[in-house]
């Protein structure tokens, strides 16, 4: 992405590095708080309207807003989000790292004003970090509660398919937000994941063909129709004095009439 090398090279050095760890901390803190106070939540989360009112905190912190669950799902969401984005800031560097955030972030913010009234979530961004760590990863594994290795590359389809199910069911607000938390994702991996796609078909293209070639008989005895696909074993002989040379079998070879076009026989 030659748009983002220039960038980098100009506003590399204003790059926070250690935002996932941030993140976390805040969102730690923030469950803390929540579990003590429920009340402090709603004055965190990101309502448009609100926003428009003056709450304008609100387009930050929003992005501390933990998972509403029971701890140790919460601590594992966090664990995750924690393996996945340290992988993606050590692969990419900090600021191309926090550009993918930025991205996620202003599309996030952008679609929830469509909807002033509804609660825009920082989950689906988070997600998107762990779509990214799959497709730079597919192959690294985790152990699905702690004992079966599953690559992450399946994991990332079930997110995939649960993303497809959520347009398909939810309101219109869960629709943007999901849309919007793989706009970073399309703006790094949009080309890759599209010459990988061509290729696929170019790879199904050519087997097809393969298969059609090996489906189609070499030799077809010009008599009693027998092939080498239908009798493997049996010898096929072309004869040279029929026009066009056709294909006989091994029984037929020596007991046909020769075929001789009109203009084949004037000639001789």
């Not at 969102?27 to 579990?35: H, I, M, N, S, V």
Request: with cysteine.
């Amino acid at each position: 992405m030659k748009t983002l090398d220039k960038l980098q090279r100009r506003f590399g050095r204003f790059a926070l590095p250690h935002v996932t760890e941030g993140l976390i901390v805040c969102q730690a803190l923030t469950y803390f708080f929540y579990q003590t106070q429920p009340e402090f939540l709603a004055r965190i989360r990101l309502l448009p309207r609100l926003v428009l009112e003056g709450e304008v905190w609100r387009l930050v912190t929003f992005l501390c807003e933990p998972p509403l669950a029971v701890w140790w799902l919460a601590l594992l969401f966090w664990y995750m989000f924690y393996l996945t984005g340290t992988a993606l800031e050590n692969t990419w560097g900090a600021f191309r790292y926090n550009v993918y955030l930025l991205v996620g972030w202003l599309a996030t913010v952008a679609v929830s004003f469509l909807r002033p009234d509804a609660l825009a979530s920082i989950h689906f961004l988070q997600a998107s970090v762990f779509l990214a760590f799959a497709q730079l990863f597919p192959n690294f594994e985790f152990l699905l509660f702690f004992v079966l290795p599953v690559k992450v590359k399946w994991l990332a389809l079930l997110q995939w398919l649960w993303y497809l199910y959520l347009i398909i069911v939810g309101d219109a607000m869960t629709d943007l937000l999901v849309l919007a938390s793989v706009c970073n994702f399309l703006m790094f991996f949009g080309r890759d994941v599209w010459l990988r796609l061509k290729a696929g078909r170019r790879r199904v293209a050519h087997h097809a063909e393969r298969t059609r070639l090996a489906n189609t008989p070499r030799h077809t005895c010009a008599v009693c129709g027998v092939t080498n696909l239908s009798d493997p074993k049996m010898s096929f002989r072309y004869c040279s004095k029929c026009t066009n040379a056709p294909c006989y079998c091994a029984e037929h070879i020596h007991a046909h009439e020769h075929v001789i076009n009109e203009p084949a026989a004037a000639e001789k």
